[in-house]
């Protein structure tokens, strides 16, 4: 894929995520995806980011630097949301975290096969307050 086909996969990628439709997720995931989480995969891949959402209803991602570099996209986001539901163990807070994220995606035939990311312990700490700012 070209960088500017790679771009546009990943906007929509982002727009999808967003708009928190998990189960549209394989349109840009692929099957067998690999990446940070404990378990590969499509489905672990769609629980791992309607974790996320169900946590926290208004997250959303804002991407502030993307770089192309083959067929991977690295991306350093900044990630906001209120967490009012379950997130990883963590009864709702009523919080609004602020989080910093870098993720690599690789992508092959049109669609991620690996992600390799860091949200999951940065909003944790930023719940226990052992990490990020919060208001």
């Known amino acids: 894929m070209s960088r500017s086909e790679l771009l546009d996969l990943y906007e929509r990628y982002l727009a999808c995520c967003n708009e928190h439709r998990v189960d549209d997720l394989g349109e840009f995931v692929d099957g067998s995806v690999s990446g940070s989480g404990p378990v590969d995969?499509?489905?672990a891949y769609v629980e791992g980011v309607r974790a996320v959402v169900t946590g926290?209803?208004?997250y959303r991602w804002e991407p502030q630097q993307?770089?192309?570099d083959g067929d991977t996209?690295?991306?350093r986001l900044v990630g906001q949301g209120t967490?009012?539901?379950?997130?990883?163990?963590i009864t709702p807070t009523g919080r609004t975290v602020r989080t910093q994220e870098l993720v690599?995606?690789?992508v092959a035939d049109g669609k991620i096969i690996g992600c390799w990311g860091d949200l999951y312990p940065v909003?944790?700490?930023a719940l226990v307050g052992e990490?990020?700012?919060q208001t």
Do not use: C, I
């Open 104 to 106: 690599f995606y690789r």
């Open 83 to 89: 967490h009012t539901g379950v997130f990883e163990g």
């Open 66 to 68: 993307v770089l192309v």
């Open 131 to 133: 990490g990020l700012a």
């Open 73 to 75: 996209v690295a991306v």
């Open 123 to 125: 909003v944790r700490d």
């Open 41 to 43: 995969g499509l489905a």
């Open 56 to 58: 926290f209803p208004d």
